[in-house]
């Protein structure tokens, strides 16, 4: 039998007895002994592997059969979020769900104050309300381009097809002649007399429009978001500043997941 088939335990422990046979001091054949005090601690951290290993194992035996989860292993599935452990909280607050942060938040004020659970999320609840104070004036320009944008484009129907509409536009802003009565009867011939001074506007808005989308864009694949990015690092920088005692990270990414628009609806 070539040595390539030979099984590798074979060729090591053949090795190992030639090495042992060689001279050599009896100072380097004890260097390479493991010491007395080493000697306990590598057999406990062996009987621990292979408890842990047999234990493993039996788990697997007991949460699934035939590779499918068993009626004990489901009934431990966390159904709220305070059953989970520290480290999926702390998994989930990295992605941003809000209901992993207010968790963190919780259960850092049970560390830090004391308290049971139940008293920790009154403390959580002032919090989410601190967190909340003046945050629509930080809302006030997404409601106002919102506003302006929905006005505009149904108020450039009426502006375009609208006999009286067109006709008090001309007189206020255009003043030019329209067309007789008769070619008039029509939204259509409406239209047709206001495009005039109408296409003019409904252009320039529209490349302007066209051009910021383009900008906005860029600025995504920049990562950039000046006015939002700035009112949501404001508003945690002045939690945090608020509750000095607690974690300012974990208070950063709870204020950082907040919407603006109304109080997201925490799951319990």
Known sequence: ??????????????AVRQSSGRSGTVAA???CRP??????????LAANYLRGARQFSSDEKVDFANGKPTIAYAK??????????????????????????RECIVRDVMAVDGLEYDEAMKIFDEIAMTNRRGIGMAAAPFY???????????????????????????????????PPMEDLETYLEVGSASWGWMEPVLGQISFFLLCMQFARSQMQNLGMRPYYNWQKERRAQRLVSMYP????????????????????????
């Open 76 to 101: 431990r599935l966390p159904k709220h979020w305070h059953s989970f452990t520290n480290e999926q909280v702390l998994h989930f607050a990295e992605l941003g769900v809000p209901e992993a942060c």
């Open 245 to 268: 005692k607690y974690d300012p990270e974990f208070l950063s990414m709870y204020s950082r997941c907040t919407e603006l628009h109304a109080s997201h609806k925490l799951s319990p």
């Open 35 to 44: 010491s007395p005090q080493s000697r306990p601690q590598t057999g406990w």
């Open 144 to 178: 106002t381009g919102f506003s302006v944008a929905v006005v505009a484009g149904y108020g450039s129907i009426p502006a375009v097809f609208d006999l009286g509409s067109v006709e008090w536009i001309n007189d206020t802003f255009v003043t030019t002649e329209l």
């Open 29 to 31: 054949r004890r260097a």
């Open 1 to 14: 039998m070539s040595s390539s088939s030979r099984p590798v335990s074979l060729l090591f422990s053949r």
